[in-house]
Each structure stands twice: as C-alpha cells, then as structure tokens.
C-alpha cells in the first residue's frame, strides 16, 4: 500500500491536534477532489513498517487528540489489510485517542454489506474507528461552515454506538 501523506499536527480531519496519514488509491473520483493525486494507487511512498513505527512515536504526545485516515479511500478493498492491521495496533496502543476515517464510500450500503472487500476485514477497520465521515464529496452540496465534511450529503457517524444500536448515531457538531 501507498500514502500520499502524513499530517503530523493535524487539526482539519478531527478534534484537536491529530496525526493525519492519507492512502493513495481511490475509485470514487469525485469531481474537484481536493486530493486528486491521490486516486492513482501507485502515488506516494510505501507504507513501511518504519512509517507505521513513525506515526504510533507521532502519537505518543499528550497534545494528540487521535488519529485521522483520509485518502485517497482508505476503504478501497487493496488498501484494507494494511490498514486493519495498523488501526488493530493504534488502538492497542492509545485506546484513550480518537480515530476519525474519512470514505467515499456510504456506511450502509457499502461498507456493511461487503460490497467493498472483504466484510471481516471491513469490520475489523470499522472496529477501531470511533468517527467516520461518510459519503462522496459533491461539489453542488459544499457548504464551508460544516464541521470536518466538505458538502452536506456526507454525515459523521459514531461508529461503536451505531454498531451497538444497529441505526445511525451522528456525532453532535460543536456550537461556537
């Protein structure tokens, strides 16, 4: 697997300061993607044990809120098996931190039904993720003021609570 990127004080893709990796490999192309480079799977760096090794020490602060995973689609069925396995040893190691995942993809249709990969490893992802920012970028629908989604059709899910209830539980935005 490749990655575009690493944020290492992120605080775009989440609450608080976040360490933020974005894959490359994404299927969705949506149109004025603000990260197009990252479609192409062969885009960036190799995801090394040296790189994973590199984000958990970027973690290690205090200061960190969590985790974010963008892409690029993180969900895209070549990307899974890394990724279940890193996200497993994230929350091994800071359960008290948040991981938030970004995906084109939609929550029920797509990832809960298998449609995209594997659906034990699609679970095992889903697991380890407390946030998930769900839906294509739809350029008709953005909206600036949103918190943490870039167009109004996308919706922050509570992952473990919307597991547990089996109906979706939104995250409540911050009134400032």
């Not at 991981?99 to 939609?106: A, I, L, R």
């Not at 039904?113 to 008709?140: H, S």
């Not at 918190?147 to 919706?155: K, M």
């Not at 899910?157 to 939104?170: A, G, W």
Request: proline share 6%.
């Amino acid at each position: 697997m490749n990655y575009a990127t690493i944020k290492w004080y992120d605080i775009a893709n989440g609450p608080g300061v976040r360490v933020s990796l974005f894959v490359s490999g994404c299927r969705n192309h949506c149109k004025n993607c603000f990260n197009p480079e990252t479609w192409d799977f062969n885009y960036g760096e190799l995801f090394t044990q040296e790189v994973k090794d590199k984000i958990i020490e970027g973690l290690a602060p205090s200061h960190i809120k969590g985790f974010s995973l963008l892409g690029g689609e993180p969900f895209e069925p070549e990307n899974q098996p890394e990724l279940a396995d890193f996200l497993e040893r994230v929350k091994r190691t800071y359960p008290e931190k948040t991981v938030w995942c970004y995906t084109g993809y939609d929550f029920e249709k797509d990832l809960l039904t298998g449609k995209k990969g594997n659906i034990n490893t699609v679970m095992r992802m889903l697991a380890c993720i407390d946030v998930l920012v769900d839906g294509r970028f739809v350029e008709e629908l953005k909206n600036p003021d949103l918190y943490f989604r870039g167009s109004s059709n996308q919706r922050v899910i509570l992952v473990q609570p919307t597991l547990e209830k089996d109906e979706i539980v939104l995250w409540d935005e911050p009134v400032y």
